[in-house]
Nanobody, 121 residues
């Protein structure tokens, strides 16, 4: 099982970014993919998830700026972030779990290595 994030980088505040999570080694259609981020000195937090059935979930604080979609033909999930803020600076990770989105970090058994997003103000 492998998850590989890409698309991070340095972006100006107010800009947009699309991160990708490419998956291999399992039946992609049967998994939920969660996106998480971790800023220096802070705990890892969820920023959204898409289930195997294409249901999406976001924290209330991020609704409207974060959007997740999946392309099962490409075994890839995307995280689109709009109106980037300095506080969005973090390492962004994708993680996989069976079928449905899980409420906590430990319930995702498979993780990517992360991609750095830095927002300059």
């Amino acid at each position: 099982v492998q998850l590989v994030e890409s698309g991070g980088g340095l972006v100006q505040a107010g800009g947009s970014l699309r991160l990708s999570c490419a998956a291999s080694g399992f039946t992609f259609d049967d998994v939920a993919i969660g996106w998480f981020r971790q800023a220096p000195g802070k705990e890892r937090e969820g920023v959204g998830c898409i289930s195997a059935g294409d249901n999406t979930f976001y924290p209330d604080s991020l609704k409207g700026r974060f959007s997740i979609s999946r392309d099962n033909a490409k075994n890839t999930v995307y995280l689109q972030i709009h109106s980037l803020k300095a506080e969005d600076t973090a390492i962004y990770y994708c993680a996989a779990a069976e079928f449905s989105c899980k409420p906590t970090v430990p319930e995702y058994p498979y993780w990517g290595q992360g991609t750095q997003v830095t927002v300059s103000s």
